[in-house]
């Protein structure tokens, strides 16, 4: 068992501190001479707005189906093999698309697509168990789920309880049964969980230093003393990462900034704290062409594996700048007196259901969604009138221990009109429900979104019967409820 050195967090600053507020000129030092012309014409060029596919909604929605319906030119992200860039200016907005509203896919810089693509893919197969220490709002924790076709389980943890529900909420509409939602400090897992995860991502807080603009990574101006507390969080966050990632696991550790000090700096700095245990991997074989990491901040040489790691300058894949670092453990690392905290499951609010119930559930249901819900890998739960799927408890049982915030999907609610399906949840399942389907044409379509019953009569349908409303491309819009004269929108 590796003994741990005093753990002393990076303060240095690279190049003129004076520059703080003009990181482009800071970092320029840092550039290849020969790239310095590429650099300066990357700053000024936009970044093209990038989607990623999820491939457990892809029976009617892919690449080509995207390109044919609203004339798209799709560029494959080199690093990822669900990344796309639309290389034109999109007539439709990608966020205003129906696809988009059932979660087919997730607008994402492409730069943030690269921190799961680092992964092994085989340490995602089978069961792994994977923590998302700083998963919110939720675009790399649904990466994930598709790297692991939510066969493992997920722990998708956000320091902040602000940043929660929106954390749910992204979850909810990409789709997944094997994950659940915690609110704690990252800090805490190393000591809590010692030596427990398979594979580990911390998208770390950081200062936002990636050169080119973006709603979701926008610039702002940084002091020396932010970075300084940033780049020591993050040091903080990253030993508690390799304490809780199990031995032979891998620990991908990523910003979005280019400043060294939270960048190399950190990742040299659990090396030299911890050299017996943590193993640089050579992400570069991840990438079609090199964007290695720097050795040199031009004050402060680090450790030559750093070279392995991934700086992805404007200019070397047209993204944003990002880092990331691919970290295996070798060893284990102490236990701790520490226990995570805990509360009874009976006060989450579920009931397991006995055979008997889950059978009769299950056969009222049937009808509706035209297949035995028992026949998935899950466990069916009550909640108040709301059906759920949970992972087999099983499967993980002093996750299901812990206080979250969130875990399941919810399939349906039970009212006094019959069981109403949940939207996310069929929508998911759309690929396997093959009748009460009602396709609108595009008129009809447009109100449908906006909340509005439809007047249309069906008389060969019962009050109550369930639709499942489809555009004319035959893409999922919600669920709607046979009445007198019209369809109810159940999505209001």
């Known amino acids: ?202 998208d770390a807080p950081c200062s936002m230093q990636g050169l080119v603009s973006s709603d979701t990574h926008p610039i702002r101006p940084i002091t020396e003393r932010e970075e300084k507390a940033l780049a020591a969080r993050q040091l903080q966050l990253l030993e508690s990462g390799l304490k809780t990632l199990k031995p032979g696991g891998q620990l991908v550790y990523s910003t979005c900034t280019l400043s060294p000090l939270e960048d190399e700096a950190v990742v040299d700095a659990l090396l030299r704290c911890y050299p017996e245990i943590v193993q640089i991997e050579n992400a570069q074989h991840r990438l079609p062409f090199p964007a290695p990491g720097i050795m040199s901040d031009g004050i402060n040489t680090f450790d030559p594996a750093l070279v392995n790691t991934v700086r992805l300058w404007p200019h070397r894949y047209q993204t944003a700048g990002f880092y990331a670092a691919l970290l295996s453990k070798t060893g284990e690392t102490a236990p701790s007196n520490q226990i995570a905290p805990t509360r009874d499951w009976n006060k989450s609010g579920f009931r397991s259901l006995s055979t008997k119930e889950a059978a009769a559930i299950a056969a009222v249901l049937e009808p509706v969604f035209g297949f035995d819900l028992r026949s998935d890998d899950h466990q069916l739960a009550m909640r108040d009138m709301e059906l759920w799927e949970l992972p087999e408890t099983n499967f993980v049982p002093w996750m299901m221990s812990l206080p979250l915030k969130s875990v399941g999907m919810r399939v349906a609610t039970q009212t006094s009109g019959g069981w109403i399906p949940d939207f996310d949840w069929v929508s998911l399942n759309f690929a396997r429900i093959q009748h009460n389907r009602y396709q609108l044409e595009s008129e009809l379509t447009q109100l449908w979104l906006e909340g509005h019953d439809l007047r249309i009569d069906l008389p060969g349908l019962e009050k109550g019967t369930i639709l499942y409303m489809v555009d004319e491309y035959d893409v999922p819009l919600g669920v709607g409820f046979v009445s007198s004269g019209r369809i109810r929108n159940l999505n209001k």
């Open 1 to 202: 068992m590796a003994k741990k050195k005093s753990l002393q967090s990076p303060s240095h600053l690279n190049a003129d501190s004076s520059l703080m507020n003009d990181p482009a000129e800071r970092f320029r030092p840092l550039v290849p001479l020969e790239e310095q012309a590429a650099y300066e014409a990357a700053l000024n060029l936009p970044i093209p707005t990038a989607i990623r596919m999820n491939p457990r909604k892809s029976h009617n929605t892919t690449a080509d189906s995207l390109q044919a319906r609203y004339d798209w030119k799709l560029e494959q992200v080199p690093f990822c093999d669900t990344g796309y860039r639309i290389a034109n200016s999109p007539f439709i907005n990608p966020g205003k698309t129906s696809e988009h509203r059932r979660g087919a896919f997730y607008i994402q810089d492409s730069a943030s697509m690269l921190p799961v693509s680092l992964f092994d893919p085989l340490k995602l197969q089978g069961s792994p168990l994977i923590l998302d220490m700083a998963a919110s709002p939720g675009g790399k924790t649904t990466h994930l789920i598709s790297a692991s076709d939510d066969r493992g389980m997920i722990l998708a943890n956000d320091g902040s309880a602000s940043r929660i529900t929106a954390l749910k909420k992204v979850l909810k509409n990409w789709g997944s049964v094997n994950h659940a939602v915690t609110n704690f400090p990252g800090e805490r897992f190393g000591d809590w969980l010692p030596n427990t995860f398979d594979a580990i991502l911390l």
